[in-house]
T-cell receptor
C-alpha cells in the first residue's frame, strides 16, 4: 500500500463549481499534513497546512480525519486559475515529507 | 532574487557524459534537498543536507553525487546515467529539516538522458 494515496484524476470541473479531493495516508504516526499546488511545468508550492481542527483560507478548506487517516481539500467557487495538480503531503515526526502522486484539476470556462 | 534558483533549466545528456545541476537559495535556510519527479510518480526524496552536512541519502545510485559547499548552494553531479534517470530534478530548501516548516522549491531541471 502506498504511504500517501490520491485519486490522480483528472477532475474537469466547470468554473464556479465546488470540488473536493481526498487523500489517505497509511502511517498512523503521521503528524503534519499539507496541500501543495503544482502548476503545469512549474515547481510545487505550499497551498496550506492542514490542522486537526480543520482550517480555511478564502475559498479553500482543509480537513483532517485522524481516525480514518484521510485529508481533504475543498475548493469553492472554482476559478480558471485553480487549474493545477494538488499534492497531498504527510510528515511523520522529524522525518521527511512524503508526497502523493497528485490530483490533476482542470477548471472549464 | 527569487527564493530558490536552479540551473540549467533543461539538460540533454548522453549516457557517457558528466554534468552537474546547480541550486542556490537566497532565503537564509539551513536545509536543502534534492528530489526526483517522474511522470505519474510521487516526488522522491534523494538527499537532504542540513548545515552543509548530508543527513539523508535515500538509497540513491552512486551515479548521482551531491555536493553542498555552503548552506546556500547545492550541486548534483551526474555521471554514466541511464535513460530511466530522465525526470524533473527539483531542489528545495527549508529553515531546517526537522521542523514542520514549509519547503520552498526551485523551478527544477528537466533532464533527458539519451
Amino acid at each position: 500500500r502506498k504511504e500517501v494515496e490520491q485519486d490522480p484524476g483528472p477532475f474537469n470541473v466547470p468554473e464556479g463549481a465546488t470540488v473536493a479531493f481526498n487523500c489517505t495516508y497509511s502511517n498512523s504516526a503521521s503528524q503534519s499534513f499539507f496541500w501543495y499546488r503544482q502548476d503545469c511545468r512549474k515547481e510545487p508550492k505550499l497551498l496550506m497546512s492542514v490542522y486537526s481542527s480543520g482550517n480555511e483560507d478564502g475559498r479553500f478548506t482543509a480537513q483532517l480525519n485522524r481516525a480514518s487517516q484521510y485529508i481533504s481539500l475543498l475548493i469553492r467557487d472554482s476559478k480558471l486559475s485553480d487549474s493545477a495538480t494538488y499534492l497531498c503531503v504527510v510528515k511523520r515526526g522529524n522525518e521527511k515529507l512524503t508526497f502523493g502522486t497528485g490530483t490533476r484539476l482542470t477548471i472549464i470556462p | 532574487e527569487t527564493g530558490v534558483t536552479q540551473t540549467p533549466r533543461h539538460l540533454v545528456m548522453g549516457m557517457t557524459n558528466k554534468k552537474s545541476l546547480k541550486c542556490e537559495q537566497h532565503l537564509g535556510h539551513n536545509a536543502m534537498y534534492w528530489y526526483k519527479q517522474s511522470a505519474k510518480k510521487p516526488l522522491e526524496l534523494m538527499f537532504v543536507y542540513s548545515l552543509e552536512e548530508r543527513v539523508e541519502n535515500n538509497s540513491v545510485p552512486s551515479r548521482f553525487s551531491p555536493e553542498c559547499p555552503n548552506s546556500s548552494h547545492l550541486f548534483l553531479h551526474l555521471h554514466t546515467l541511464q535513460p530511466e534517470d530522465s525526470a524533473l530534478y527539483l531542489c528545495a530548501s527549508s529553515q531546517d529539516p526537522l521542523s514542520h516548516n514549509e519547503q520552498f522549491f526551485g523551478p527544477g531541471t528537466r533532464l533527458t538522458v539519451l
